[in-house]
């Protein structure tokens, strides 16, 4: 299972909790910048230009959950049977998101 956890405000922000996910249901992760995620309309969630881009987002292939700040680069998790069809994350300070998209990749089936 791949599990993120999010923060109390994170939660509070993207209208949504925690995930737990099958990694028979993760297809790749990689680290991509905002703009690459294609995002079109915010369906839920909180959205402030080049700060805090959180929740649920229209894409031209599906629904996108964000948790962004800012215009650093974050992990992308790609998605199938599941309602997203990609997670993009912000990782904690000091956390490089390269090293976990590897991590997750090492353990998909």
Same mark, same amino acid.
């Given at each position: 299972?791949?599990?993120? !956890?999010?923060? @109390?405000? !994170?939660?509070?922000?993207?209208? /949504?909790?925690?995930?737990?996910?099958?990694?028979? /249901? $993760?297809?790749?992760?990689?680290?991509?910048?905002?703009?690459?995620?294609? +995002?079109?309309?915010?369906?839920? *969630?909180?959205?402030? @230009? %080049?700060? =805090?881009? &959180? *929740?649920?987002?229209?894409?031209?292939?599906?629904?996108?959950?964000?948790?962004?700040? *800012?215009? /650093?680069?974050?992990?992308?998790?790609?998605?199938? %049977?599941?309602?997203?069809?990609? +997670? &993009?994350?912000?990782?904690? !300070?000091? $956390?490089? @998101? %390269?090293? =976990?998209? /590897? &991590?997750?990749?090492?353990?998909?089936?």
């Amino acid at each position: 299972m791949l599990y993120v !956890d999010l923060t @109390p405000s !994170d939660r509070f922000m993207t209208f /949504h909790g925690s995930f737990s996910i099958p990694l028979t /249901h $993760v297809t790749n992760a990689y680290v991509s910048g905002r703009e690459a995620l294609h +995002l079109q309309w915010r369906l839920l *969630g909180t959205s402030f @230009p %080049n700060a =805090v881009t &959180a *929740g649920t987002f229209t894409s031209p292939d599906g629904l996108v959950f964000c948790d962004i700040r *800012g215009a /650093h680069d974050c992990l992308v998790i790609e998605l199938r %049977n599941e309602h997203y069809i990609r +997670l &993009a994350l912000q990782m904690d !300070d000091g $956390v490089k @998101p %390269n090293d =976990v998209a /590897h &991590a997750i990749c090492r353990q998909i089936p």
